[in-house]
């Protein structure tokens, strides 16, 4: 339901924790997690050879920490989350389940910002550039899927699209019928691309005035780079923190509106499905 790509996925702070924390999750996913995100580091920043060895150093230690103390409470969450939907979805349970994601992101940012901060600090201005083309490519790829710049039907069609999407992935598979009926609720939701969008520009700009401060104190350094990762919300106006919280009652119906409309296969694929998830996790904890 909830994806972290909401939060913030640029530069390594990020590398360091997306692929620990998504939903759409795979053994085989997290098991090649060193490799992935030290193609991600290397991708966003262009690193040397010193400067990989130092990021699979500090990598391998929180990939530890997150598989032996993190795991085990994932697969307990997945748990009580599969026991809180097998009789339908209120729309407290989607507010817990959005919440406990929004947690464990927090909690693995603050444990990855210690690691990180020493490995930013050793950023050279070529490689701060390299992550502004990075950027600049992926801004222009999100402008386009996301429709930013286009009509409020285009808008509602593409966000519709990967809600179907999502739904398919996280719970089962669903009817033509369901899905068109998901692409009219909707467009009961308020339209935020643009501000979305926004926000991520600011994060972006937040971030490399972060870096501009590498050179400081090592110390205050980290706690700009912890403060950065932690606190996404920080620095958001007031009136689009209220459209965020809007938006997420919406869904809420939404999710609540799906729940009401699956059949009792759907609901029994999806109650194997977030099992399935709880013990992933129980086998990944185990050393």
């Known amino acids: 339901m909830l994806t972290s790509s909401r939060a913030v996925r640029v530069a390594i702070v990020v590398a360091l924790t997306t692929i620990l924390v998504s939903c759409t999750f795979t053994k085989f996913a997290y098991n090649q997690a060193d490799t992935v995100m ?14 990989k060895a130092d990021f699979q150093k500090r990598f391998d230690r929180f990939y530890a920490w997150h598989r032996y103390e993190q795991l085990p409470g994932y697969a307990q969450f997945m748990k009580t989350a599969r026991t809180r939907m097998q009789d339908g979805v209120s729309r407290e349970d989607v507010m817990w389940f959005v919440d406990g994601l929004r947690s464990r992101t927090r909690a693995a940012a603050r444990q990855a910002a210690p690691e990180a901060a020493p490995l930013l600090a050793t950023l050279t201005p070529a490689q701060i550039e390299n992550l502004q083309r990075k950027w600049d490519k992926e801004n222009r790829k999100y402008v386009k899927e996301r429709k930013v710049n ?18 398919k992935e996280w719970l089962a598979p669903l009817t033509s019928e369901q899905e068109q009926r998901v692409m009219a609720l909707m ?11 926004a926000e991520r520009i600011r994060r972006q700009k937040e971030f490399l005035a972060v870096l501009a401060q590498r050179n400081d104190d090592p110390q205050r350094f980290a706690a700009r780079v912890t403060d950065w990762m932690v606190n996404w919300e920080k620095g958001r106006s007031a009136d689009y923190q209220r459209q965020l919280d809007a938006s ?4 809420a119906d939404l999710f609540m509106a799906v729940d009401r409309m699956m059949t009792p296969e759907q ?20 050393r």
């Open 150 to 167: 286009g009509t409020g039907d285009e808008r509602y069609e593409a966000e519709g699209k990967r809600i179907v999407k999502q739904l």
């Open 187 to 197: 467009r009961e939701l308020p339209q935020l691309e643009q501000e979305r969008y």
């Open 267 to 286: 609901r029994t694929a999806s109650l194997q499905k977030i099992e399935s998830y709880a013990n992933d996790f129980t086998q990944l904890a185990k």
């Open 248 to 251: 997420w009652q919406k869904r």
């Open 38 to 51: 030290a193609w991600m580091a290397d991708d966003y920043f262009d690193l040397d050879v010193q400067q």
